[in-house]
């Protein structure tokens, strides 16, 4: 009983620094730069037919519709549910301003954690995690959740997020 309270303590410690850390912006982390995407325009240029339904296929129609870009880092899914996650780091007029996270969940037979989330983004656009509340979106066909975070507070940026939302919303519906 001891070991698995230890357990829960450093995985609870794991999981408050990874939130933290990722609404910490641009803070010289080791991610790879990427080029600054300020001039690509969001669009629907590249349907998801073609695209395998699973994370790995939301990713390369994200990417292939400029809403991405850069080389993702895996992040842990299980403490929210999910079965896997990834998370970018890239430029929208500025620099490594933009992080956006994906989620991909195991609808068939969700855990009580996946169903938590899952139902309060539903309701709320938002989760809350260890006391922390995370803004984030699901997509039409409640599969996937993507956490946007843009350190810009510019008009443009915001209508660059809200079309990266859009695109993300309709894969796959």
Not at 53 to 80: Q, R, V, W
Request: with cysteine; hydrophobic share 40%; proline share 2%.
């Amino acid at each position: 009983m001891k070991m698995k309270k230890i357990l829960i303590l450093a995985l609870a410690v794991v999981m408050a620094g990874s939130l933290a850390a990722c609404g910490m912006g641009d803070v010289g982390g080791t991610q790879p730069a990427a080029s600054n995407a300020s001039s690509q325009t969001v669009s629907s240029a590249v349907g998801s037919d073609n695209m395998e339904d699973s994370l790995a296929g939301l990713e390369k129609y994200l990417a292939a519709n400029s809403a991405i870009s850069g080389t993702p880092t895996e992040m842990k899914a299980d403490f929210i549910g999910a079965k896997s996650g990834a998370k970018y780091l890239f430029a929208y007029n500025g620099k490594n301003n933009v992080t956006v996270e994906l989620y991909e969940f195991d609808t068939g037979s969700p855990s009580s954690q996946a169903t938590a989330v899952l139902d309060e983004v539903k309701a709320k656009n938002r989760f809350t995690i260890m006391n922390q509340t995370v803004p984030a979106v699901i997509s039409d066909n409640g599969k996937y959740i993507m956490i946007y975070k843009d350190t810009s507070g510019s008009d443009q940026n915001k209508k660059h997020q809200e079309d990266v939302a859009k695109l993300f919303k309709e894969f796959k519906k």
